[in-house]
């Protein structure tokens, strides 16, 4: 077999399951090799029934109870059963998988694993694995990858088609030496993928890790080494010397400048007159007051004569950002325009014809400012907020746009300054440091399940002081299906524990952006009390109405990213509240999380996330949902980030066949893609 055989090849997969495969773009035995596990789970011994934590994963022993029974709830099928084992009983449910019900029979035992809920008074796992008992003994200890499924397609099917391709793997092509590999302690690729596939033990599996992190983070190196070549020590067109006007119009803003603020704009201001094309990082933390710099940049900008755009992530950010723009700039006669992707055809006509007449000076809004139609006279500079849902090459096509324009980029991502000037190489960078005075922190607790009703109790009361709360749900990602039932589950009971008087929705990935930006927009105007969503729906929201986070298993995300959603809130005068709710009572959880509680500066808490990963985070917590590596990530694999920038500076570009080398790695194009 060779890696770039169809999976149809290998013995025992059939078309069924080849079109099982082709929906998790798995087509070659090279896909299915390159396609990484997104978790391992160690199996422990069954326990009592009577024994069960809720909401701890765990494994039982039972006999099947009762006959199974599929039902049609909602837009799913429930497949049902009750098991017992002589301590107690539970119910099991699974969704959309009717077959179960040829599979299982009254009367048969199996050890079934997953996390057990409390349900309208009854214990019930969903979606739990199943196991016949000699297999499962064979399990018990061992190290299992748990693979990202499609209906239909189990783990165990998943892991059966790898296992029969292990003679492919030594056909994975290494591009570092031996010599290198011993000196810099790197395995070699082939063994890498074996053992992310099948870990030998947790020591091995990180080394493993480590060293497809490395080259992750060596590609992206190479990539961005080109980028820079090809974009720095651009000769200056647009010279930019604005200072005195931007100081009027910093001293007619409603508040004195930061420390912080007041350095950004000077090195902005710096870099747009000298000799050199601008191209700078602005980083500092959510709520520390970037936009500020940026209009002051478009500002300058602006009264030189030049055009200039601010493209952000979402739609709804962008009307914001416009409409606290467009009455600043309008006292100077700068003409600003709004572009989104629900603007109208005839709205959008006219807009491309002014900014081609230059009747627009300053253009905001979404990726619809990048699209070909949009022709601009003179381009003179091009901010993009929120710069990690971005990539490098949508950052490049706005500034084709221009005959070189000025690019500053903005970001609230907190990563270490070494880390960044990497990630960042094409970029100068400028730290904000500080929050603006006068903010009240925001009073954290991160308490257990059993402290819910009290949090709703609390979120009742703010509602009834005219605030707005956000909720973000527990997340499961077993299936689609079960986390979409989830959050419409979850909202209708938040909607009947706080009553009809409060207003809930809810946002969830598998809205259109329509319906997404429609929600948001009804809750910007306090037409909803309470949203409830599944993940970061929206960076750089600014509602300084919401006094609440309320986040449900806060130990499945990153510090950093749960820092990110406290920052939706305490953006006003009002004092703010973060609720962290703790399902898993082990105090490694509850440690983590106390970072939180402690301390609201979002560098100190990467780099404390860090630190206190468990022994068992092989993936580390994603701190994104937006991804830009597979497996490397910046907080955990620092020391590969490094160690690739530096064999690069030493070596140069080791990768022979280019090509080759991104399609055998079924490699994104990673300067497409988001930073972080
Ligand atoms: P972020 O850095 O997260 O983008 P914003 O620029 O949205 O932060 O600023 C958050 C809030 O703080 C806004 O309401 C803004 O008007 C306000 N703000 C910004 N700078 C200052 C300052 N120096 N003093 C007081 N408030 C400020
Ligand atoms: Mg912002």
Redesign the pocket.
């Given at each position: 077999m060779k890696l770039n055989n169809n999976i149809i090849e290998i013995k025992g997969i059939g078309e069924k399951t080849t079109a099982l495969f082709a929906k998790l773009n798995i087509y070659t035995i090279n896909d299915l090799i390159h396609t990484m596990p997104r978790n391992y789970l160690s199996y422990n011994a069954p326990i009592d029934i009577c024994d069960i934590e809720i909401e701890q994963r765990c494994a039982i022993f039972g006999t099947i109870s009762s006959y199974i029974e599929t039902k049609n709830v909602r837009n799913f099928k429930l497949t049902t059963c009750s098991v017992k084992d002589g301590t107690g009983t539970i119910r099991l449910n699974w969704f959309n998988s009717p077959y179960l019900k040829n599979v299982f029979h009254k009367g048969e035992r199996y050890i079934f694993v997953g996390t057990v809920k409390y349900k309208n008074n009854m214990m019930v796992m969903d979606m739990p694995e199943y196991y016949r008992q000699d297999v499962y003994q064979n399990m018990l200890k061992e190290m299992q990858p748990v693979y990202s499924l499609t209906e239909g397609l189990s783990n165990k099917v998943f892991q059966k088609s790898i296992i029969k391709c292990m003679d492919v793997f030594n056909q994975l092509d290494d591009f570092l030496t031996e010599d290198l590999r011993q000196k810099y302690n790197l395995m070699p690729v082939c063994e890498a993928f074996k053992n992310i596939h099948f870990p030998s033990d947790e020591e091995t599996l990180k080394e493993a890790i480590k060293r497809i992190a490395f080259d992750e983070f060596y590609k992206f190196i190479v990539d961005m080494d080109d980028f820079k070549n090809d974009n720095n020590k651009l000769e200056n067109n647009h010279r930019i010397t604005q200072g005195k006007n931007v100081m009027n119009f910093i001293d007619e803003?409603?508040?004195?400048?930061?420390k912080g603020?007041s350095e950004a704009i000077e090195d902005v201001l710096a870099d747009m007159g000298s000799e050199g094309v601008m191209n700078r990082l602005i980083q500092?933390?959510?709520?520390?007051?970037?936009?500020?710099?940026?209009e002051a940049c478009l500002f300058a900008c602006a009264m030189e004569g030049y055009q200039g755009a601010l493209m952000a992530p979402t739609e709804v950010l962008a009307k914001q950002h416009f409409a606290?723009i467009e009455p600043l700039f309008n006292k100077y006669g700068i003409k600003t325009a709004c572009l989104v992707g629900s603007t109208s055809l005839k709205e959008k006509r006219h807009i491309y014809e002014m900014l081609k007449n230059k009747e627009i000076d300053v253009i905001v809004g979404t990726h619809a400012i990048i699209e070909d139609k949009v022709v601009f006279n003179d381009l003179g500079l091009v901010v993009t907020?929120e710069q990690h849902r971005f990539g490098v090459n949508q950052r490049k096509k706005i500034a084709s746009k221009g005959n070189s324009p000025h690019v500053l980029v903005?970001s609230?991502t907190p990563i270490p300054r070494t880390l960044a000037m990497i990630m960042y190489a094409d970029l100068d960078i400028s730290v904000?440091s500080e929050m603006?005075?006068?903010?009240k922190p925001i009073k954290n607790c991160v308490v257990g399940t059993d402290y819910r009703n009290t949090a709703y109790r609390f979120i009742k009361s703010q509602v009834e002081l005219g605030n707005q709360a956000y909720v973000i749900c527990p997340m499961v990602d077993e299936s689609d299906t079960m986390d979409l039932s989830n959050v419409v589950e979850y909202t209708d009971m938040l909607q009947s524990a706080l009553g009809n008087e409060v207003k809930v929705s809810m946002l969830h990935g598998q809205m259109k952006a329509s319906e997404k930006n429609e929600i948001m927009e009804k809750y910007l105007r306090k037409e909803i009390d309470v949203l409830v969503s599944t993940t970061v729906i929206e960076v750089?929201i600014?509602n300084?109405n919401s006094t609440v986070m309320m986040v449900e298993n806060a130990e499945r995300f990153g510090l950093a990213t749960l820092h990110q959603l406290r920052?939706r809130v305490g953006?006003?005068s009002k004092q703010s509240y973060c609720i962290f709710i703790c399902t898993k009572r082990n105090s490694d959880s509850l440690e983590r999380l106390k970072v939180l509680e402690n301390s609201n500066d979002g560098f100190y808490i990467a780099s404390e996330d860090l630190k206190l990963r468990g022994p068992g985070d092989f993936w580390g917590i994603r701190q994104s949902g937006d991804v830009l590596f597979r497996i490397a990530d910046i907080y955990n694999h620092a020391d590969m980030l490094r160690l690739a920038q530096d064999i690069y500076q030493k070596y140069g570009n080791l990768i022979s066949d280019y090509e080759e080398y991104n399609k055998i790695n079924k490699n994104i194009d990673l300067l497409s893609k988001p930073v972080l």
């Open positions: 803003l409603p508040f004195k400048l930061t603020q500092g933390d959510v709520g520390s007051g970037k936009t500020v710099v940026a606290e907020d903005m609230a904000i603006p005075k006068g903010r750089g600014n300084p920052g953006r006003g």
